[in-house]
């Protein structure tokens, strides 16, 4: 059976009539030709999908008649990486793997090495690129996005909510100590620093609130590079202990 295609519909919309408008509904008629008795698959980004068949068109959106609904728990566990803000078009390809490797938190924090200002909070063209990349790879749930402008302090507040607060970090000796990923069923937090890294005294103040430090290995990595390695390592453990498959094929 060849894989459906799918499409995001909004959490306060799934509700009858299901109507698929706006650039989802674009993407449906226009790309590719949609029409009544076409079966499709739409998420919600929380944990709901479901199976729908092509009812009506209209030139600008689609009326779906619902043929199976499913809605997914959560895991226990929960990952959640924050990232030193960098000034980088590659900010847009890490949100995707984020999505891909099922992450279910992104936060970018302001760090002394930052270039620029992080955004007071998230922009809509993040959560856009979360959308697109769910559709490709059949992740049913969007991770959730924020921004800490105010540095150490945010972190620390958030470390709050989490069971294990890990500081990657590629200073003298933390090579030695590789991160190895917490249990999958706890709540972790891996903080990242930004292109130019951490300044001494952010690692200084994220150790004395108890984070514990880890490595990636020898290579100074780019920050995408350590963001992608660290979230691929959590997801394969994730894989074993939960057993995690798409919903639909």
Not at 18 to 37: N, S, T, Y
Not at 183 to 196: C, F, M, N, S
Request: net charge negative.
């Amino acid at each position: 059976m060849a894989r459906l295609n799918s499409f995001y519909l909004e959490p306060e919309r799934w509700e009858p009539p299901f109507v698929l408008d706006g650039p989802e509904a674009k993407h449906l008629l226009k790309v590719l030709r949609g029409k009544p008795g076409t079966q499709i698959r739409l998420f919600d980004g929380q944990g709901r999908s479901g199976l729908f068949v092509i009812k009506e068109t209209t030139k600008h959106q689609a009326t779906l008649e619902l043929v199976e609904d499913r809605q997914t728990s959560a895991p226990d566990g929960r990952l959640t990486l924050a990232i030193g803000w960098n000034k980088t078009s590659r900010r847009a390809w890490i949100l995707e793997k984020a999505v891909e490797l099922q992450a279910q938190d992104i936060v970018f924090w302001q760090a002394v090495f930052s270039q620029g200002k992080v955004p007071a909070s998230p922009k809509d063209s993040w959560s856009e690129r979360f959308v697109a990349a769910a559709k490709q790879c059949g992740n049913i749930w969007l991770p959730k996005l924020a921004t800490i402008p105010q540095g150490i302090p945010g972190l620390l507040e958030l470390a709050e909510e989490h069971d294990n607060n890990i500081v990657l970090y590629e200073g003298e000796g933390e090579a030695n100590r590789l991160f190895t990923p917490p249990p999958p069923e706890q709540k972790t937090l891996l903080v990242i620093g930004p292109e130019g890294g951490f300044s001494p005294l952010e690692v200084d103040a994220l150790v004395q609130a108890g984070f514990q430090t880890a490595g990636l290995g020898q290579s100074i990595l780019r920050w995408e590079t350590a963001a992608l390695l660290a979230l691929g390592m959590v997801y394969i453990e994730r894989q074993r202990h939960y057993g995690l498959t798409p919903e639909f094929s």
